[in-house]
């Protein structure tokens, strides 16, 4: 079981930066793919960035790309996505999910945070 917890959520304006942090609990979060989604209002999730166990082969929806950058510490349990040239578009609420799925789809990720609220102001 892996818990998750969001942090770092805001009201920017457009331009600003901002990161996310996602903790998570439990002793093997070392192996688990870590992702970011985001859900706007009246809109489906949608997967924002996604990265491996090793730190490796990050991967990024195009809305995002050369924006956003997700990293991971496995000896604090954190995830982050930092967030550059905000953009109104932006505004969602962010959600940090994990899977053991090696190269998952969106539907094959396990465990979800409640999600941090980002908003972005033109």
């Known amino acids: 079981q892996v818990q998750l917890v969001e942090s770092g959520g805001g009201l920017v304006q457009a331009g600003d930066s901002l990161r996310l942090s996602c903790s998570a609990s439990?002793?093997?979060?070392?192996?688990?793919?870590m992702g970011w989604f985001r859900q706007a209002p009246r809109k489906e999730r949608e997967f924002v960035a996604a990265l491996s166990w090793t730190g490796s082969s990050p991967d990024y929806a195009d809305s995002v790309k050369g924006r956003f950058t997700i990293s991971r510490d496995n000896a604090k349990n954190t995830v982050y996505l930092q967030m550059e040239r905000l953009k109104p578009e932006d505004t969602a609420i962010y959600y940090c999910?994990?899977?053991?799925?090696?190269?998952?789809?969106?539907?094959?990720?396990?465990?979800w945070g409640q999600g941090t609220q980002v908003t972005v102001s033109s």
């Open positions: 999910a994990a899977t053991t799925r090696r190269r998952p789809s969106p539907a094959q990720y396990n465990y």
């Open positions: 439990g002793r093997t979060f070392s192996s688990y793919t």
